[in-house]
């Protein structure tokens, strides 16, 4: 049979107001008596030793009677430590994040338990509930965590010199923001004395606003800074902004964006980007319109040229033609004659790809016969021949080979084309590492909460995470407020961190809650008229 250790948390997802209410701990326990579950060892769940129920029986009893958390903390671990099994009891986890929660600092370790028993098995009946408590707890570390910015602030002031203005910097930036609060990290940037430092601050929490999803905000916060005219960080900050729109698909945001831009190659490049992501994304009519607003016509060439590829693809022969028609166009008006060859090349790889051989060879043979472009053609029919490999037409690509000139792009084409005949995968290189993610599961959760390394970002084993109170008042009393700040900041960028792959960590196990939940069921077939019931 299932047994409950310790489970006050209710299956309808809604707890109790006492369990809200952290002035009247004694409430809790008073309606935790109805649902608590001393076991008999002849019903323990299979895996539970009596050794460890005996220690369960204890630290609820100590919670229960005593309000002693720590204690009942120490008889949980305890009996987490006589299961081999960690997922033959998930409640020991269930238990230490209900404990854990009652004490102050301990947010952040109570939500790794509690998310340890979502993870240790098949969902629980309480899963709604206890999502609601770890969603408490994520508020109330991050409160915590604000506050204890503002310490770091108040230290940060306290410097003096060149050291103030990075003190603040690194306040502003590293912790709020690193807390999740953009409006507290411009507020403490903007007592940055220095007035190159603190646009420079201001820039970087913007973008870190963008990449963070906050798309309103970095709008509105890179729109209200005082940049000078012809200004290089401006740029900058609006090219990252517009690079984390256009990945999330934001394209009107990433517009208004680049329109804060002066008119010049800089808009036209953000332009670009931004309608060549609408055409690989099939936002083809957008994408048009987009790049009809692009001024430099080599960045034009590209936009069409990326318009022109979806277009193949979905089919559209007709606006296809006229989409290259109006790229070579672009490509005439380009007066840089290394330019010219680049965005000519560009366009021959786009048609090869797109299936049309002969017209990528007669774009590639506008280049010139001339340095640079000659270099550029034998970029282009390279990748023709690249093309017409793949595809298997080995003859074509040793005739477009034939008409290569530049001898380092010839030799390079003759070997990919005897590489192909032979079998032989030369030239290739192996597939990327994926980015490393943050691992949801029960062993990613409890790694992390026996985690005692200090140098470790997330080592949640760690004074700062066990008792803060006392890891606060055990810094050093200096006369030196720089050494003294070093040391308070240590701790907050501690935290900071450890929130931070917290919040990754629970991203993760919504996803893959949201990934378990099965698509809707095929729709049946209508009956034949004559069909029995």
């Not at 409006?183 to 820039?203: D, H, N, P």
């Not at 200004?231 to 009107?252: F, Q």
């Not at 055409?279 to 001024?295: D, H, M, V, W």
């Amino acid at each position: 049979m299932r047994t409950i250790l310790w489970d006050p948390l209710p299956s309808a997802g809604k707890l109790p107001g006492a369990w809200a209410v952290r002035a009247r701990p004694r409430d809790h326990f008073g309606w935790l008596a109805a649902g608590l579950c001393l076991l008999a060892t002849g019903l323990l769940r299979a895996g539970m030793p009596p050794e460890a129920q005996n220690a369960v029986n204890l630290g609820i009893s100590a919670a229960k009677q005593e309000h002693d958390f720590s204690l009942a903390i120490r008889y949980f671990q305890e009996a987490r430590a006589w299961v081999p099994v960690a997922t033959d009891a998930p409640e020991i986890f269930l238990n230490l994040g209900l404990a854990e929660s009652r004490l102050s600092g301990r947010e952040l370790r109570a939500i790794g338990w509690l998310s340890a028993y979502l993870a240790a098995g098949p969902t629980p009946r309480n899963v709604v509930a206890v999502k609601h408590e770890i969603d408490g707890l994520d508020v109330r570390s991050k409160s915590s965590l604000l506050r204890l910015v503002n310490v770091a602030r108040e230290a940060a002031a306290q410097t003096t010199g060149e050291k103030r203005d990075k003190n603040l910097e690194s306040v502003a930036v590293n912790d709020a923001m690193g807390a999740g609060d953009s409006v507290a990290a411009m507020k403490i940037a903007s007592l940055i004395q220095g007035a190159e430092c603190r646009l420079e601050t201001q820039s970087y929490i913007s973008e870190l606003q963008a990449d963070r999803g906050d798309f309103a905000g970095a709008f509105g916060s890179v729109g209200s800074l005082p940049f000078p005219e012809g200004s290089k960080e401006k740029w900058i900050t609006i090219r990252v902004i517009v690079g984390a729109e256009v990945l999330a698909g934001e394209y009107g945001w990433a517009l208004r964006t680049s329109d804060l831009q002066e008119a010049g190659r800089n808009k036209s490049f953000t332009q670009a980007v931004i309608a060549e992501a609408q055409a690989k994304s099939g936002e083809i009519e957008g994408a048009r319109r987009t790049a009809n607003l692009i001024q430099d016509p080599d960045l034009a060439v590209e936009a069409q040229a990326a318009i022109f590829e979806a277009e193949v693809k979905a089919g559209e022969t007709a606006p296809s033609q006229a989409t290259l028609g109006v790229a070579l166009e672009f490509a005439g008006r380009v007066e840089d004659p290394g330019q010219k060859g680049r965005v000519q090349s560009i366009l021959a790889k786009t048609q090869a790809q797109a299936g049309d051989i002969a017209g990528a060879i007669q774009t590639a043979n506008l280049n010139l016969e001339a340095p640079p472009d000659q270099v550029w053609k034998s970029f282009a029919l390279h990748a023709i021949a690249e093309v017409q490999t793949k595809a298997g037409d080995l003859a074509g690509a040793q005739s477009t080979a034939d008409l290569v000139q530049d001898a380092a792009w010839k030799s390079a084409t003759e070997s990919m084309i005897a590489q192909a005949k032979t079998g032989t995968p030369g030239g290739q290189t192996s597939a990327p590492e994926p980015p490393a993610t943050k691992e949801a599961t029960l062993s990613g959760w409890l790694n992390k909460l026996d985690d005692g390394d200090p140098t470790h970002d997330c080592a949640l084993n760690t004074p700062p995470f066990l008792d803060l109170a006392a890891c606060l008042k055990s810094l050093p009393r200096l006369t030196d407020p720089q050494k003294s700040f070093d040391a308070l900041s240590a701790v907050v960028g501690k935290i900071v961190s450890a929130q931070a792959s917290i919040d990754q960590m629970l991203k993760a196990a919504a996803q893959q809650a949201r990934d378990r939940i099965p698509g809707p069921p095929a729709k049946a077939s209508a009956p034949a008229e004559d069909a029995k019931p």
